[in-house]
C-alpha cells in the first residue's frame, strides 16, 4: 500500500531515501567515546582474530560487489591477505582454508543457498565464518561463528540500495577492527577514517538531496539499448554495481570494467553517444589513480562516448571531459563507494520507470534466492 511506502511510489525509492538513516544506525553504538571500535558482539576472540592469515569473503549479487570493495580495505588496513569470491563457485573449487582462515560471508537476507553452502564448506575445513547480514535470526547468521549485523531495516524492492550501503559499513568496520586489534602501522589513518565514516551518513544525505539531474539525464536515455560502467580501485565494483542495477531494473545490456582494461577489449564496443558511467576517484590522495582515469576518459570521448562522470565536487581536471557530470562529496579513496553509488541506484531506479518496468519487482527476480 501507498502507506507502506511511506508515500513513494516504490519501496525502492523509500529504500534509497533510508540510506542516511540505515547507515547511521549500522554504525550505532559500534565506535566508543575515543573514537576506537567496540565489536564484542563478534564473538570470535580477539586472540583468534590476531592469529588468522588470511581472509576469504563469500557473497552473491550485490553483497558480492561489496566483498570487492571489503578486499580492498581489508588488505590496505590489515595487510592480511584476502580474496573475494562468488560463493556459487567457491566450494566446486576445493579453496584452501584451515583454522586461521576468517571466512566472511555477507548476505542480506540470510537465506542464499549459495553463501550458506559456500560457509557450511568453510566450516567443515576447520575456517571461523564471520556472518554480515541484515536479517536477524536467519540462517546464514545461525550458523555462523560470529554475525555482525546490518541495520538497514527490512529491505523489500528486490534490488538491494540501503543493505548494501550498509554491507559496505559493516566490511569498513571488520577492516577497520582487524587492523585495530592487530595493530598495523595505519593505526593513526584507521582512527581518522573511523571519525569519517560516522560523519558518511550526512554526505550520503547530500547526495540524495542533488539528484534531480541525474533523474532527467536517466529519463533521456530511456531509448539507448547500452550503458558502459568504468571504475578503478574501489570504483571498479562501483561501476560493476551501476551495470548490475541496470540490468536488473532496466533490461538494458549494461556492463561494468576496470578502467585499465579498455585497451584490452572494451574500447571496441565504443561507439558514436554510446553512455559510459565512469567512477572518478579523489584527485587527492592517490592521484594516480586519478590521472589514469582522466586519460580513458579522452580516449572513450575521441572515439564519440557520451561521458557521464562521478567526480569529487570540485575536480577541475576531469570536468573538461564530462558531458554529464555528477558531483558527489570528498571522502577518502575507499569510503568513495558509500557516496558513488547512490547517484547509480538512482539512475537506474528512473530508467526502469521511464521504460515503464516494474521497480520494485522486475521480471524472473527473486529478493532472496533459496535454491542452488
Ligand atoms: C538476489 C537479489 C539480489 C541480492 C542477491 C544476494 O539475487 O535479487 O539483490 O544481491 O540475491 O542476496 P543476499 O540476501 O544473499 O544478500
Known amino acids: 500500500s501507498a502507506a507502506e511506502k511511506g508515500g513513494y511510489d516504490y519501496f525502492m525509492l523509500k529504500e534509497i ?15 566508543d567515546a575515543n573514537g576506537s571500535l567496540s565489536l564484542d558482539e563478534i564473538r570470535i576472540p580477539v586472540s583468534v582474530l590476531r592469529e ?3 581472509v576469504v569473503i563469500v557473497a552473491c549479487g550485490t553483497a558480492y560487489h561489496a566483498g570487492m570493495i571489503a578486499k580492498y580495505a581489508i588488505e590496505h588496513w590489515t595487510r592480511i591477505p584476502c580474496e573475494t569470491e562468488l560463493a556459487s563457485e567457491f566450494r566446486y573449487r576445493d579453496p584452501i582454508l584451515d583454522s586461521r582462515t576468517l571466512v566472511v560471508a555477507i548476505s542480506q537476507s540470510g537465506e542464499t543457498m549459495d553463501t550458506l553452502m559456500a560457509l557450511r564448506h568453510a566450516r567443515e575445513q576447520g575456517a571461523k565464518v564471520l556472518a554480515i547480514c541484515n536479517t536477524n535470526g536467519s540462517t546464514i547468521p545461525r550458523e555462523s561463528d ?6 538497514a531495516g527490512p529491505e523489500v524492492a528486490v534490488a538491494s540500495t540501503k543493505a548494501f550501503l550498509t554491507q559496505l559499513v559493516a ?13 598495523t602501522k595505519w ?8 571519525r569519517e565514516l560516522s560523519e558518511i551518513g550526512t554526505q550520503v544525505d547530500e547526495v540524495l538531496e542533488t539528484m534531480e539531474p541525474v533523474r532527467e539525464l536517466a529519463r533521456s536515455l ?9 571504475g578503478r580501485h574501489v570504483g571498479f565494483p562501483v561501476a560493476l554495481e551501476g551495470a548490475l542495477k541496470l540490468k536488473e531494473l532496466a533490461y538494458m545490456h549494461a556492463e561494468g570494467f576496470a578502467a585499465g582494461e579498455l585497451k584490452h577489449g572494451p574500447i571496441a564496443l565504443i561507439e558514436d553517444d554510446l553512455p559510459v558511467v565512469v567512477v572518478v576517484p579523489s584527485p587527492r590522495g592517490r592521484s594516480v589513480l586519478h590521472d589514469k582515469i582522466v586519460s580513458n576518459i579522452q580516449e572513450i570521448r575521441a572515439r564519440g562516448a557520451r561521458t557521464i562522470v562521478i567526480a569529487e565536487r570540485g575536480d577541475t581536471a576531469v570536468a573538461p571531459y564530462a558531458d554529464h557530470l555528477i558531483e558527489i562529496p570528498a571522502t577518502p579513496t575507499l569510503l568513495q563507494p558509500l557516496v558513488a553509488t547512490v547517484p547509480l541506484q538512482v539512475f537506474a531506479c528512473e530508467l526502469a520507470t521511464a521504460r515503464g518496468n516494474e521497480v520494485d519487482q522486475p521480471r524472473n527476480l527473486a529478493k532472496s534466492v533459496t535454491v542452488e
Open 17 to 31: 531515501a533510508e540510506q542516511p538513516k540505515a547507515v547511521a544506525d549500522t554504525l550505532l553504538g559500534r565506535i
Open 52 to 54: 588468522v592469515d588470511k
Open 146 to 151: 560470529a554475525v555482525l549485523y546490518t541495520h
Open 171 to 183: 566490511c569498513y568496520l571488520v577492516a577497520l577492527y582487524l587492523g585495530q586489534v592487530r595493530g
Open 187 to 194: 593505526g593513526d589513518e584507521i582512527q581518522a577514517v573511523i
Open 222 to 230: 530511456a531509448e539507448k539499448n547500452t550503458v558502459l560502467f568504468l
